[in-house]
Structures are given as structure tokens and as C-alpha cells.
């Protein structure tokens, strides 16, 4: 694929936590794989949903392609307009242009805003750090943004704790988008907020969308939301990426056991003629992951190759990547 379509590509990233005995300074007894051996990539102005059950490692990944965690192994590339960042051996100068260009909209609005600070020293803070703004002309840039997310001016002064959930996460988005940056991850930014709100945020997220130029990495555990969001999706499990592929194909034609799992989840209008998979089991402990594929303990559709040799991510369609061995003998179901 061209350089120029794509604004992130990420190849074999890990993200290790070393799980030590007696505290900080004790003996490591092992590592827990939050993010093991995960490939993709982000096409301009696309949005791509990073999706899977708990403690799958989908929060991880977005916080190591943000920075926020240093990842273990792997190569990240992102291609702004300035140039390619390597992000794993950059300057102070590309560094600095990679906090301006890649942002992140935290999952909690409660948690992810400073109490102390007003709307406008939150939203504002980051065009100070960058010395895009300051004074009368980084308020009128905040008195902007904040109304493109459906604030008003006069909110500028008042301090988180007297918003409500969705306007505090209007706050966050305001925030990310700032500074103007080309790559927004998207931690699951509506799962903290009431059904009616969640609709008019990520409404909002598309419309700013259109209006930036945007490229979004959108992680949720909500199929439906993911759905309704995404351009291509991912699918996670064990830290591991077990399915790629454009929606429509995703939700109509999985591969992948896991994937049929999730979609069979989503609710229904009617249940009439549809069907809901119930797997037994749990998902496996990081620090000891089941030999072979990670997810044989729980497939129905696993053979002893499954117990045995981990299976490798294959190609099998236009953007179309799957992680099975046994992908080609079972027709597996979507939505």
C-alpha cells in the first residue's frame, strides 16, 4: 500500500508488564503479554474500530500508539504531513511534533479532567505547551473548538464538576482536537455515559470528523458502537489480533470463532430466525497463555493443530487479515 494512504502502520508491537515479587525492586517472575505480536495499520481519514471483551489488550494497544505507554518490541510509523515519524527512535523535535499530531480521548470524563483547572486552562493547556497560542488568542481558539463540540463560551470559566458526563466528555474531545492533530485514539470514549448522550457524542465525533480531516483508531468493547463507527475493524483477543477486515465483510462473513462469538452478542430488534453463541469458559490468564492458538481452550471448532502450533496472521481477502488454523472448514456466521 502507498505511504500517502495510510497515516499510521504498525508492525509486530508488544507491550510486556513484568509482574515482579516483593514490590518494585523485587525478582521478575514473568511477564503479562497485554499486547503481543500486533499488525495494522490506519488508512487517511478512516476510522478503525479495535474491538474484544475485557482485559483483551485493545486499551493497551492505544496507549502505546499515543505514547502513554513506551511499547516493549515492535515499529511504529506515522506519516503526517511534516514527514514520517519513527516513533521508536525520535528526537525531542519529532517527538514535540508527535504529541501536537497523534491525541488521545480518555474513556472516563470523571478521571480525565483536572479539577482545578477551568474549561479553559484544560482545553487551552496544550496550545501553551506547544507555543501555538497564548492570551486573547488561545481563548478565541478554545471559545472555537468548544463550540464545535457543542459547548458554549460562557462555559470557558467554569470548572469541571459542574458539567454532566456528556459534557464533560465534550470537554476531552475539545481537548484532543485543539491542537489540530491528524490522529485521534479513542479510548472507549462513550461506554461511561447514558445510551441518549452516547448517540449524540459519537454523532459529534463523526461530524468533526468531516470538518478536521480526522483519522480515528476507536477502541470500544461494544460491537454495536464499533459498527456504527468504523470503516475496518479489529478484533482482539489475549492481546493477540485475531481478525481484520473492512465492516460490512467483518459483520457478514467472519472468519475467525472469536469474531462469530462477538457478533452473536450484538442485540437484536428481533430475535426471531437469530442466534446467540454461549462459549464456556474464560479468557485466559496473560501471565500463562494456553499453548497453540489462545483461543482453543474455548473454540468449539478447535483440532489438535490448535493445541499445538499458534497460528500466524494470514491474508485471505482485499484488507482481509484472519489468525486460524481452521479458517477455510467451518461457514461461521455474522450479523
Known amino acids: 500500500m502507498n505511504s500517502q494512504d495510510i497515516i499510521l502502520d504498525?508492525?509486530?508491537?508488544?507491550?510486556?508488564?513484568?509482574?515482579?515479587?516483593?514490590?518494585?525492586?523485587?525478582?521478575?517472575?514473568?511477564?503479562?503479554?497485554?499486547?503481543?505480536?500486533?499488525?495494522?495499520y490506519v488508512k487517511r481519514g478512516e476510522t478503525i474500530?479495535?474491538?474484544?471483551?475485557?482485559?483483551?489488550?485493545?486499551?493497551?494497544?492505544?496507549?502505546?500508539?499515543?505514547?502513554?505507554?513506551?511499547?516493549?518490541?515492535?515499529d511504529v510509523k506515522v506519516y503526517l504531513d511534516e514527514g514520517v515519524l519513527d516513533v521508536g527512535n525520535m528526537n525531542k523535535e519529532e517527538t514535540k511534533k508527535f504529541r501536537r499530531n497523534v491525541q488521545m480521548i480518555f474513556q472516563d470524563p470523571y478521571a480525565s479532567l483536572n479539577p482545578r483547572m477551568t474549561v479553559l486552562n484544560i482545553v487551552g493547556e496544550s496550545l501553551l505547551v506547544n507555543d501555538v497560542a497564548k492570551g486573547d488568542e488561545m481563548e478565541q481558539m478554545v471559545g472555537q473548538i468548544v463550540q464545535k463540540v457543542g459547548l458554549k463560551v460562557e462555559h470557558l470559566r467554569r470548572y469541571p464538576h459542574s458539567f454532566s458526563g456528556g459534557q464533560r466528555q465534550r470537554i476531552g474531545i475539545a481537548r484532543a482536537l485543539v491542537i489540530n492533530p491528524q490522529l485521534v485514539v479513542?479510548?472507549?470514549?462513550?461506554?461511561?455515559?447514558?445510551?441518549?448522550?452516547?448517540?449524540?457524542?459519537?454523532?459529534?465525533?463523526?461530524?468533526?470528523?468531516?470538518?478536521?480531516?480526522?483519522?480515528?483508531?476507536?477502541?470500544?468493547?461494544?460491537?454495536?458502537v464499533i459498527r456504527y463507527?468504523?470503516?475496518?475493524?479489529?478484533?482482539?483477543?489475549?492481546?493477540?489480533?485475531?481478525?481484520?477486515?473492512?465492516?460490512?465483510?467483518?459483520?457478514?462473513?467472519?472468519?475467525?470463532?472469536?469474531?462469530?462469538?462477538?457478533?452473536?452478542a450484538v442485540p437484536r430488534v428481533s430475535r426471531r430466525g437469530s442466534f446467540r453463541l454461549v462459549t464456556?469458559?474464560?479468557?485466559?490468564?496473560?501471565?500463562?497463555?494456553?499453548?497453540?492458538?489462545?483461543?482453543?481452550?474455548?473454540?468449539?471448532?478447535?483440532?489438535?493443530?490448535?493445541?499445538?502450533?499458534a497460528p500466524s496472521l494470514v491474508q485471505v481477502g482485499p484488507d482481509h487479515f484472519v489468525r486460524c488454523h481452521t479458517l477455510d472448514e467451518f461457514e461461521l456466521k455474522g450479523i
Not at 514490590?23 to 499486547?35: D, N, R
Not at 475493524?233 to 462469530?260: D, F, Q, S
Open 229 to 264: 463507527m468504523s470503516d475496518r475493524i479489529m478484533v482482539m483477543y489475549a492481546g493477540k489480533l485475531v481478525e481484520m477486515a473492512p465492516r460490512e465483510v467483518l459483520l457478514n462473513h467472519p472468519r475467525h470463532p472469536y469474531t462469530e462469538l462477538l457478533l452473536s
Open 10 to 40: 504498525v508492525k509486530g508491537l508488544k507491550k510486556y508488564f513484568p509482574l515482579k515479587s516483593g514490590g518494585l525492586f523485587g525478582k521478575v517472575q514473568g511477564y503479562i503479554k497485554a499486547v503481543d505480536d500486533v499488525t495494522f
Open 280 to 309: 464456556p469458559g474464560e479468557p485466559p490468564d496473560l501471565l500463562n497463555l494456553p499453548q497453540g492458538c489462545v483461543f482453543n481452550p474455548r473454540c468449539k471448532y478447535a483440532k489438535e493443530v490448535c493445541k499445538e502450533v
Open 49 to 74: 474500530g479495535v474491538v474484544g471483551e475485557s482485559g483483551c489488550g485493545k486499551t493497551t494497544l492505544g496507549r502505546c500508539i499515543s505514547l502513554l505507554y513506551e511499547p516493549t518490541a515492535g
Open 186 to 224: 479513542a479510548d472507549e470514549p462513550v461506554s461511561a455515559l447514558d445510551v441518549s448522550i452516547q448517540a449524540q457524542i459519537l454523532n459529534q465525533l463523526k461530524d468533526l470528523q468531516k470538518d478536521f480531516g480526522l483519522s480515528y483508531m476507536f477502541v470500544s468493547h461494544n460491537m454495536s
